[in-house]
């Protein structure tokens, strides 16, 4: 069942009843658990990072490490 909470950040995904994704981009909580993705890749990862995105849709794995 998808998960309306209130959001944490400004990223729409919070606000939709069928996310697209599981994981928010931008901060990392689920958005929508019927979202299944097979197991996450470094290249998986590594695209995403180069898009800006702070954390994997898919995992939820915090991708950008601060400096």
Avoid: F, K
Wanted: glycine share 4%.
């Amino acid at each position: 069942m998808a998960r309306m909470m209130a959001p944490t950040c400004d990223n729409m995904n919070h606000r939709r009843p069928n996310a697209p994704v599981a994981h928010c981009p931008q901060c990392g909580r689920m958005v929508n658990d019927r979202v299944t993705r097979g197991r996450c890749e470094e290249q998986r990862h590594a695209d995403a990072r180069r898009r800006q995105s702070e954390y994997c849709v898919d995992c939820g794995q915090h991708l950008i490490v601060p400096r």
